[in-house]
């Protein structure tokens, strides 16, 4: 089993945090419990993620949410990058 084959595809299949604009309230509740540290908030105060190698796929950011502004999800579909701006896969 060649370990280099063996970590790209599991690096291809990890989910992490999709962010919801249009439900963020911008508490900041996401990036400030991630026990990883993985999201900062931008300038307008949302969150984005800074380190997706740190993600433990733990989901307490989902939880915590309390606008059901996150969902965990690969980010292959077609997120352009690791924040991307994607409003659809709540729905
Ligand atoms: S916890 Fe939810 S509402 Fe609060 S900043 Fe994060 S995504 Fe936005
Ligand atoms: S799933 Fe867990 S480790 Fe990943 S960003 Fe959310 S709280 Fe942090």
Same mark, same amino acid.
Request: net charge negative; proline share 17%; charged share 40%.
């Given at each position: 089993m !060649?370990?280099?084959t063996k970590k790209g595809s599991e690096d291809a299949a990890k989910n992490l945090p999709v962010f919801d #604009? @249009? #439900?963020c309230k911008q508490c900041g509740i996401c990036a400030h419990f991630c026990p990883k540290g993985v999201?900062?908030?931008d300038e307008a105060?949302? !969150?984005r993620i800074? @380190?997706?190698e740190a993600c433990t796929e733990c989901r307490l950011c989902e939880y915590l949410c309390p606008d059901f502004g996150i969902k965990l999800a690969a !980010?292959?579909?077609d997120a352009p990058g690791a924040n991307g701006g994607r409003s659809d896969p709540l729905r």
């Open positions: !060649p370990e280099s #604009r @249009d #439900r999201m900062e908030l105060g949302f !969150p800074i @380190d997706a !980010p292959e579909n």
